[in-house]
């Protein structure tokens, strides 16, 4: 069965950077689209981007784009988002999740157990 | 970028009672070339990650209910659920995959009467 297992929780510093790490079983990893996205306590969620695991292609959404870097290691079947220049605002719960698949729809199917990134001075 | 607005924010509804949510996008997500609403609907329980309720607006993923339907298209969609249950209580989002950034809706909180 699919499954996307997360890295811990993390305690970072105003303007420190923050690398989050989805390992994915049960499936060809580089067969599916991997999306990152975001929910602030008590929020809605927000999409950060993608990345095809295949080619390593990225699509980021623009409010991000020059912080977040989205990566993956075809070896250990893992992708990674990390998020730079850490604001107390980028406080939240952070998904990795897995579409349905290149020929079937970019809309996601399976999602992490989310780790909670929480910056603070 | 696709801005998806969810109606009502919230919603209390007696058990068995019918339930709609709007979700309206400021643009078409229909494709014209395949026919297909780029749209899903989402449901999150308290502490759990999201789970695809539909996909193309109206297909049903496996194992969901068939007391809720997803219908609708071009830039507006609704979620139906038919007979309210309990476990149904949730926040239900809409998201459009059209075209980047992905967007969802704000969320409509479900909560008993």
């Known amino acids: 069965q699919v499954q996307l297992v997360q890295s811990g929780a993390e305690v970072k510093k105003p303007g420190a950077s923050v690398k989050v790490s989805c390992k994915a079983s049960g499936y060809t990893f580089t067969g599916y689209y991997m999306h990152w996205v975001r929910q602030a306590p008590g929020q809605g969620l927000e999409w950060m981007g993608r990345?095809?695991?295949?080619?390593?292609?990225?699509n980021y959404a623009q409010k991000f784009q020059g912080r977040v870097t989205m990566t993956r290691d075809t070896s250990i079947s893992t992708a990674y988002m990390e998020l730079s220049s850490l604001r107390s605002d980028d406080t939240a719960v952070y998904y990795c999740a897995r579409a349905r698949g290149f020929d079937y729809g970019d809309y996601v199917v399976y999602w992490g157990q989310g780790t909670l990134v929480t910056v603070s001075s | 970028d696709i801005v998806m607005t969810q109606s009502p924010d919230s919603l209390a509804v007696s058990l068995g009672e019918r339930t709609t949510i709007n979700c309206k996008s400021s643009?078409?997500?229909?494709?014209?070339?395949?026919?297909?609403?780029?749209l899903a609907w989402y449901q999150q329980k308290p502490g759990q990650p999201p789970k695809l309720l539909f996909y193309?607006?109206?297909a049903r993923e496996s194992g969901v209910p068939d007391r809720f339907s997803g219908s609708g298209s071009g830039t507006d969609f609704t979620l139906t659920i038919s007979s309210l249950q309990a476990e149904d209580l949730a926040v239900y989002y809409c998201?459009?995959?059209?075209?980047?950034?992905?967007?969802f809706g704000q969320g409509t909180k479900l909560e008993i009467k």
């Open positions: 193309w607006a109206s």
């Open positions: 998201q459009q995959y059209y075209s980047f950034p992905y967007t």
């Open positions: 990345i095809n695991p295949n080619s390593g292609g990225t």
């Open positions: 643009q078409s997500v229909l494709f014209s070339s395949n026919n297909k609403n780029y």
